[in-house]
C-alpha cells in the first residue's frame, strides 16, 4: 500500500477518485508544525535555530498519519509545488521521522489536479528539495524576528495600542499606501487649456472634432483662459483644410494568461473582489469540484505563480476549442510565448489555466456555485483569447492646417477614428479601450472619408478648461501591482499583506480605495524613522532576492539571517529607547484590535470585537474561522501572541 499526504481534505478526496485501491490518500491540514505563538521560537545565538511545535489539531493529525505509514511501504509527498508546499511536506517527515524509517519516501509534485497529472507525477516522483524548505524557513525565521521584536517596541511608542504588529513586508506595504496618500494631500493642481476645431467636408453633416496639437512646430502650452482666448481670436476669418490622411493598420496583442497578482487585479476590477476572496474562490477550484461522471476534478492549475508559461499540450487543446468556436483564421501561426514580467519569478510554474478548456463556462455554469463559475469564466477567456490571433484595427489620422489669405497660419490640429476589422482575441476577452495618447489629437469618432487638401468647414472652435490630477489612491488591485514591480512580497503572500494592514486598522477601504488612518500614519513614520534600512523598499526588495538565491541554492539561509540579524538588533535598541523616552497618543481614527491570545480552533489570533451585546473575543481569520469566547469565562492572557 501506498500513503499519499496532501494539504487539504478537499484535494484528498479529489485523489483518492484518481488512484484506486492501491493508494491511501491523507491531508496534513497545512501545517502541522510552526514557531510557538507566545515566544519566539529562534535561537538567534545558534544558527538562528527554529523551534518548531505541532499546530492545534497536530496531534490528532499526526497519530492518524503515523497509523497509516505503519503499513504503508512507499510514502508519497504531494504537497503543492512551491515553497510552503515543500515546507510542509518536510515538516511532515520530521513530525514522524521514527515511523518513516526504512521506508521510501518521495515526492510527487504536480499543478493540476487531474488524472493524467497526478498519475504523471506519481510514475516520476523526486526527493524534498531542501533549498525550497530553507527558503521557506529564512522568510518564517526573517517574519518572526521582526514582529516579535519590533511590535513591541511599537506598543511602547503608541500610547494604548498593544494589539499592533509590524512586518517585514506589511510595514512596507503600509509605507506605500502613506507615502501615495501624502502625495495626493500636497498635490497642487495646475491649470491647462485645450482647444478642438468642430469641422466638416463642405455640404456634408457628418461633424468631427480635431484637437490643435501644434503651434509653430511645438506643442502647446495653453495655461490660462487667456491664453486659450489669444488663439481663438489668431484663428478668426481662418480657412481649413486637410494637410495629409494617415491610414494605418494596427495590431493589439493578446494579454498574457494570468498570474496570481494579475488574476487578483482583474477580479478585483471585473468583479469587485479583494484578493482574499479571488484566493479563496481560486484554491477551490484549483483542489477540485464534483463533475457528474468524473468525480471531484480539479478545474484550474495552481493558482500561486508568477509564471506566463503555458504547456504546449495545453495550447494544443486550447487550439482545438478556438478553432470550434471561433474558426481557423483566430489562430495564430504557432502558439504564442509570454514572457515573465515579475521581477524576479519563483520557481517555474505554469500560468492560471483551466485544466481542460474543453471545459467551457457554459458547460460548468450548473455545477459550480456562483463566485466559482464567474472566476472560472474570467481565468477561461483570459487564457483562450491569450491564444488567439490580435485584434486589428484600421486608424485614420488626419492633420489640419489652417490658413487666412493664402497665407499658412502655425497652428496645426488632429483628428484620428479606430475601427475594429478583426476582433482576434477580443472575441474571448473583452477589454476596455485605452485613453489615447495627447498627441493623437481628438480620438474616439467615426471620421467621413477625406483626402490629402480638401477644404473643411468650420463649425465652432471649443476651449476647454482643465486641471492636472494627482495619482490616485491606491486599490487593492493597484497595491498588489505595485508591490509585484518593486519586488516585494511573492504570489502567496499578496492577499495576506492587504488583509493584514486593514485588520490592524492602518488602512480603511472606502469604496474600492485603501486609505490609511491616522493610526497607520503614526505608526509608520515611527517604524520607518527607526528602521530606515529595514523598511525601506530596496532593502525588503533585495531580501526577495536573497530569498530566491536560497531557494536556487546560490545562498545559505543561515548566512542571509546572520547578515541581517546584526544591524537589525542594534535599531531595535535604539528604538526601544525612543519609544520609551517620546510615546504616541492616537487621538483619532480606528483602533487596532488587541491579540489576547490563540485561537483553540485554528491557531489565528484571538483578538477583541465588540458585537450588539458587548465585547467578545473572536478569532481574526473570521469568517474561515468563527470561533468566539466570552472574556469572563477565561483569564486575559498575559502575553499578546500573534503572527507577525
Known amino acids: 500500500m501506498n500513503l499519499v499526504i496532501v494539504e487539504s481534505p478537499t484535494k484528498a478526496r479529489a485523489l483518492r477518485g484518481f488512484l484506486g485501491r492501491g493508494y491511501r490518500v491523507l491531508a496534513s491540514m497545512g501545517h502541522i508544525r510552526d514557531l510557538p505563538p507566545k515566544k519566539l521560537g529562534v535561537d538567534v545565538e545558534h544558527r538562528f535555530r527554529p523551534t518548531y511545535h505541532l499546530r492545534k489539531g497536530g496531534r490528532k493529525v499526526v497519530q492518524k498519519l503515523r497509523e497509516a ?10 504537497t503543492d509545488p512551491d515553497r510552503e508546499g515543500e515546507a510542509i511536506a518536510w515538516h511532515v517527515t520530521q513530525a514522524l521521522r521514527k515511523d518513516l524509517k526504512g521506508k521510501r519516501v518521495v515526492r510527487a509534485t504536480f499543478h493540476e489536479i487531474t488524472p493524467q ?123 481649413y483644410r486637410v494637410l495629409r490622411v494617415t491610414r494605418k493598420r494596427k495590431s493589439r496583442r493578446p494579454y498574457p494568461p494570468y498570474t496570481t497578482s494579475t ?27 464534483a463533475l457528474p461522471g468524473e ?12 509564471s506566463t508559461h503555458v504547456a504546449e499540450s495545453a495550447q494544443a487543446e486550447a487550439r482545438q476549442v478556438i478553432a470550434q468556436f471561433w474558426g481557423e483564421e483566430y489562430l495564430p501561426g504557432k502558439p504564442p510565448v509570454y514572457k515573465t514580467r515579475a521581477r524576479v519569478a519563483q520557481e517555474a510554474h505554469e500560468a492560471i489555466r483551466p485544466t481542460s478548456s474543453h471545459r467551457t463556462p457554459r458547460a460548468l455554469r450548473e455545477h459550480l456555485k ?20 490580435p485584434a486589428v484595427y484600421n486608424v485614420t489620422t488626419v492633420d489640419v492646417a489652417t490658413a487666412r489669405e493664402g497665407h499658412d497660419l502655425p497652428y496645426l490640429f488632429r483628428a ?25 489629437g481628438a480620438t474616439g469618432q467615426v471620421l467621413p472619408p477625406l483626402v490629402d487638401g480638401e477644404p473643411l468647414a468650420l463649425h465652432g472652435l471649443f476651449p476647454e478648461q482643465h486641471f492636472t490630477k494627482p495619482p490616485p489612491h491606491f486599490t487593492e488591485a493597484g497595491l ?24 490592524r486598522a492602518y488602512v480603511d477601504r472606502e469604496k474600492k480605495s485603501l486609505l490609511s488612518t491616522e493610526l497607520g500614519r503614526v505608526v509608520c513614520d515611527f517604524l520607518v524613522a527607526q528602521f530606515p534600512e529595514l523598511f525601506a523598499v530596496g532593502f525588503t526588495a533585495q ?64 483578538v477583541e470585537r465588540k458585537g450588539k451585546h458587548g465585547p467578545f473575543w473572536g478569532c481574526s481569520r473570521y469568517p474561515k474561522c468563527r470561533y468566539t469566547q466570552d472574556p469572563e469565562q477565561a483569564p486575559r492572557s498575559k502575553e499578546t501572541g500573534f503572527f507577525p
Not at 69 to 78: N, P, Y
Not at 180 to 199: G, K, Q, S
Not at 424 to 434: I, N, R, S, T
Open 543 to 606: 531580501m526577495e532576492e536573497d530569498l530566491d538565491r536560497i531557494a536556487r541554492g546560490e545562498r545559505a539561509w543561515v548566512e542571509v539571517l546572520r547578515e541581517f540579524h546584526g544591524p537589525f538588533a542594534a535599531a531595535v535598541a535604539r528604538a526601544g529607547a525612543v519609544a520609551a523616552a517620546e510615546p504616541v497618543t492616537v487621538s483619532s481614527g480606528k483602533s487596532a484590535s488587541l491579540v489576547v491570545g490563540q485561537c483553540p480552533r485554528c491557531g489565528g489570533d484571538l
Open 117 to 239: 497529472a497526478v498519475q504523471a507525477a506519481l510514475a516520476a516522483p523526486g526527493a524534498l528539495d531542501m533549498d525550497l524548505v530553507n527558503a521557506q524557513q529564512a522568510r518564517r525565521v526573517l517574519d518572526r524576528l521582526v514582529g516579535y521584536q519590533v511590535s513591541p517596541v511599537l506598543w511602547k511608542a503608541v500610547r494604548g495600542r498593544r494589539g499592533l504588529s509590524a512586518g517585514r513586508v506589511q510595514t512596507v506595504a503600509l509605507r506605500l499606501v502613506v507615502e501615495r496618500d501624502r502625495e495626493i494631500e500636497a498635490f497642487v493642481p495646475i491649470e491647462y487649456w485645450t482647444l478642438e476645431a468642430e469641422l466638416s467636408k463642405i455640404d456634408d453633416e457628418r461633424h468631427f472634432r480635431a484637437r490643435l496639437v501644434r503651434i509653430a512646430e511645438e506643442k502647446p502650452d495653453l495655461k490660462t483662459e487667456a491664453d486659450a482666448a489669444a488663439v481663438v481670436e489668431s484663428l478668426e476669418g481662418a480657412d
Open 295 to 306: 468525480g471531484t476534478v480539479g478545474l484550474i492549475t495552481y493558482m500561486r505563480t508568477d
Open 263 to 289: 488574476l487578483q487585479r482583474d477580479a478585483a476590477n471585473r468583479l469587485g473582489w479583494s484578493a482574499a476572496r479571488t484566493m479563496r474562490v481560486a484554491q477551490q477550484l484549483y483542489e477540485g469540484v
Open 69 to 78: 505509514a505503519e503499513g504503508a511501504e512507499t510514502v508519497v509527498l504531494a
Open 416 to 440: 484620428s477614428g479606430r475601427e475594429l476589422i478583426f476582433a482576434g482575441f477580443l472575441k474571448a476577452y473583452e477589454v476596455p479601450d485605452e485613453k489615447p495618447a495627447a498627441e493623437e
Open 370 to 389: 456562483p463566485d466559482q463559475a464567474r472566476l472560472y469564466t474570467l481565468i477561461w477567456r483570459r487564457f483562450i483569447g491569450s491564444q488567439m490571433k
Open 480 to 503: 498588489i501591482k505595485e508591490l509585484e514591480r518593486l519586488g516585494i512580497g511573492r504570489p502567496s503572500t499578496y492577499a495576506g499583506i492587504v488583509r493584514t494592514i486593514v485588520d
